[in-house]
Structures are given as C-alpha cells and as structure tokens.
C-alpha cells in the first residue's frame, strides 16, 4: 500500500467555475512568429496524455516532463543591472549549449539535440515579428540573432553559432497585448537556421526572455499570424511551513490533490522526487497543476501569487512558503501531502471519445470512455469510483475501461470526476479525471452508414456499424476487442 503523510491544513479557498471567461493567468510571453520552439510542442498537445506527435516535442517531454511547454511564456533569466548590458555577463548566466531554455535545468529538454524541431519558413527580406505577451513589460529593449551558414541547428546552440542580426530599444505593445518589429533575413541566406530572441527588461532584477524560433529561409513566407488586479481568491500556503525542499527524499512522491466547492476532490498530481530535480520539485508541481487548470478550465486555479508590480500571477522561485492556491472563490482547496514511490504499479488515465480528449470537455450525447490501459505494472485488479458530479450510470468494458454514456444526462452544462484505483504486488495507486459536459442542441442525424470489416485492433462507440461474417452489426457503446455475434442479446454487438 502507498503511505501518504498530509501535510498541514487543507486549504479552504476558492470554488470552481468552469464557465468563467479565458484569463491570462502566466508571465510573461512567446515568441508567436515565427513561432518559439516551446510553443509549438504546446500547441501541437500530447501534453497530459499520450505522446507529442513531433519527435523532437517528444525528447524534450521524456528529458523535461511537461513543465517546458506549460511554462512556454517564462523561458527567461534574471540578470540584475546594470550586468545585463554587458554581453560577457549574460553569457556567462547561459553558457553554451543553454541558449534556447535560458539555462533552467527544468527545461533542457528544449536545447537536446534533435533534428525533427517544425520549424516555420521565411523568405528572405522584411518581415513582421510578432511576440505574444501575456504580460507586457516596459521599458525593455529587444535583440534578435540568426545563426551563421553553415551551423547544425541539430545542436545544442551555441553563442559562437550566433551573428547579431537587429536590435530594437523600447517597442510599444499593442492593444492585443502582442509586440510587433520588423526583421529582415539576408538575401544571401537559404536553408534552416534558428532565430533567437533577446527580449531583456530594463529594471533592477534584470528579468529577461530567450526564445529559440526554428526556421527554414527558402520560398514565400507564410502569411502573418494574426489583468490590472488579481482576480483570484487567495487561500492558504502550497507548500506547509514545516516542508522544506529537502524533506522530501529522492525517490518518494510530493503531492497535491484539488478539491471542489462541495469538498469532493476534483483533480490531483503527483512527482517522483529524483536527484535532477530535488531542488526544484516545488515550482514543477505547481506548474503541473496551475498548467492543466490553464489549459482545461480557463486558469480558475493557480499556484503562485499575484506580482503587484508586473500585474500577473507567478511562481515565486526561491520563496517555498511564499506561493499560495488562487482560486475562483472561497470553498475550494488544495491539499499536499508526501508518499513512498510505488515500486512496481502506477495508475494512469487515458481519456478518449472518438478521439483523446484534450480539453476535458464534451458535447452531450457522447461518450467517454476513460481506459487504464496505459497504467504501469503488473495490475491485479482496477476499480472506478465516481467522486463527484450528478450521479450516472456507467459500464466497464471487457479491458476494464470506464464507459460513460452523457446521454443518459440531462442537456446541461455540468462535470464530473472518476477516481481510478489499480494494485498489483502489494501496492495501490490512484488518479483522478475530470472532464465537463457542454449542451448540445444538434438534432440527431440518418442513421449510420453501413460499416467496413470489423477489426479486432479498432476502437468502436455506439451507432457505428461493422461487417463481420456477412452481418451487419452495431455497436450500443464502446469497444474494442469483442468479436461481433459473440456478445449476446443484450451485448455490445446487436
């Protein structure tokens, strides 16, 4: 059995809303044409479930976890004044090799070596940079590089590959909070190269931004690409004050589970504590929770504070006990604890309909079908419990998947959370998903068209058909692996 200590006080702070408008709820920006590395394992998903789909997006995930691509916009260094106007000084805080993730450990992931980056084409000349910044910062001033010919952007990238390409000084941001330059690339130039970006404050910390833009210069570019106060509630501290960065020993796991208004528990998150990252497990387990409510739930929580000065929420690096659960309202809380690593089984979630849901959220009439199949270990048994949410009726495939018919629902806006629980070898693991359910008011279409062969390896939901020993046969909910005719009268196949 896993043992897992609780540490202090359950936070009692800010309920859940999952209609809420979209917030920024990071620092401080990306690169957005051409599009920073970064950003382009995030948008391209794989993140929570799953593999990137591009190779190099996938190295960096194995190298870094997630925590490169949800932090996309804090690709950044603190290089206090006036030493950051003195190149030697900022070469020496990202030595070679660092270049493109400002030198975090946390992040190296984003400089391995790789061939498979996507990179962005330009045509040689002027064309307009645009940088996305979800918090503003002025005054600052700008620096973009090219590398030389003749450079294998394959590598980890050096200064010495760099040539200093144009510079600006203090840019207006726009009203859409995005910065725009114009750049040019040498006529002379053709092939892939990497543009690197140096977006440097200008106050006393010395905050700046490093972002690496691949790129292949050949043909016609593409066409160009299109808070004042805290409006979270604040609850109590992330990590307890009797917690201190070494108190969790190399090879346990830290914790924190996510608790709704009603007090049912409604996501939680989990990290094995290694020799890499021992100093840094705070702030990577805050991005792993602030990083799914962003991309999930519309950033209704996150881990941090609000910087009054920079007017944005943020990690506090450095302050253990100085960041906080933000939430929509007062009822909801967090909860961290410590536990011994299991040895030999992990319970995973793997959320699909048609397809792997990547928003947690879907239309009424689907079907959800959360499957362990990913789960590590030698698992003896599985088991689902639903922990909040309407009440629903569920069945459990023939591979021990959850199956959950949303039409059985009333047409509302609503959520709920499964809690997986696996053993095996004497151990137990659980997680935790949640997904929403959105109205629809799409009227039911003709009836399906009949089906290809049936094959042992496809997925299946209900209503589609299949062929199989010259019959035609359709599915009442989903599956995969059960042979048509072998189900029964009241089967899957009917």
Request: proline letters at 6%; a negative charge; charged letters at 20%.
């Amino acid at each position: 059995m896993t043992t897992i200590r609780l540490i202090g006080a359950m936070a009692a702070v800010s309920a859940l809303y999952f209609t809420m408008p979209n917030q920024q709820a990071h620092a401080h920006g990306w690169a957005e044409f051409p599009e920073a590395r970064q950003s382009i394992c995030y948008e391209q998903g794989g993140l929570w479930s799953g593999t990137p789909p591009n190779a190099a997006c996938a190295q960096a995930k194995e190298i870094s976890g997630t925590y490169p691509f949800i932090q996309r916009n804090e690709f950044a260094i603190n290089i206090p004044a006036p030493a950051y106007n003195d190149m030697d000084a900022v070469k020496a805080a990202i030595p070679d090799g660092s270049l493109c993730y400002a030198n975090d450990a946390q992040k190296r992931g984003m400089g391995a070596e790789h061939t498979a980056w996507t990179r962005t084409e330009l045509a040689p000349g002027e064309f307009e940079y645009v940088f996305n910044a979800t918090a503003p910062h002025n005054p600052s001033f700008w620096q973009f590089y090219l590398t030389k010919p003749g450079v294998d952007v394959s590598k980890p990238l050096n200064w010495n590959d760099l040539v200093l390409l144009q510079e600006y000084g203090n840019v207006a941001v726009g009203e859409d909070k995005k910065y725009r330059m114009n750049i040019t690339i040498p006529a002379d130039r053709s092939g892939d190269a990497i543009l690197y970006t140096r977006w440097q404050r200008e106050d006393p910390v010395g905050e700046g931004f490093y972002n690496c833009s691949d790129i292949t210069i050949t043909g016609d570019g593409p066409i160009d690409p299109e808070p004042t106060e805290p409006y979270l509630e604040q609850g109590d501290a992330f990590i307890p004050k009797e917690v201190s960065l070494t108190t969790p020993q190399i090879g346990e796991s830290v914790n924190y589970k996510v608790y709704n208004n009603n007090g049912e528990i409604h996501s939680s998150f989990s990290l094995v504590i290694t020799e890499e990252n021992q100093l840094a497990w705070d702030r990577l387990l805050a991005a792993e929770v602030s990083g799914y409510y962003h991309d999930h739930y519309d950033g209704n929580v996150f881990i941090g504070r609000w910087h009054a000065e920079m007017n944005h929420y943020m990690y506090f690096q450095n302050q253990l006990h100085e960041n906080f659960f933000n939430s929509k309202n007062a009822q909801a809380y967090g909860e961290f604890s410590i536990s011994e690593k299991n040895e030999f089984v992990e319970a995973v979630i793997t959320p699909t309909v048609l397809k792997p849901i990547t928003d947690a959220t879907v239309s009424h009439g689907e079907y959800v079908v959360l499957t362990p199949a990913n789960s590590q270990g030698d698992i003896e048994h599985v088991a689902w419990v639903q922990v909040s949410g309407t009440p629903i009726e569920t069945e459990i495939g023939q591979h021990d998947e959850l199956i959950i018919n949303t039409a059985r629902l009333d047409n509302l806006a609503q959520s709920f959370s499964f809690e997986l629980t696996v053993t095996g070898q004497g151990e137990e693991d659980k997680s935790v998903y949640s997904f929403s359910v959105t109205p629809s008011d799409v009227e039911p279409g003709p009836g399906p068209e009949p089906g290809e062969q049936w094959s042992a390896s496809a997925v299946y939901t209900g209503g589609e058909t299949v062929i199989h020993n010259n019959q035609t046969w359709t599915a009442q909910w989903w599956t995969q692996g059960e042979e048509p005719g072998t189900t029964g009268e009241w089967g899957v196949w009917r």
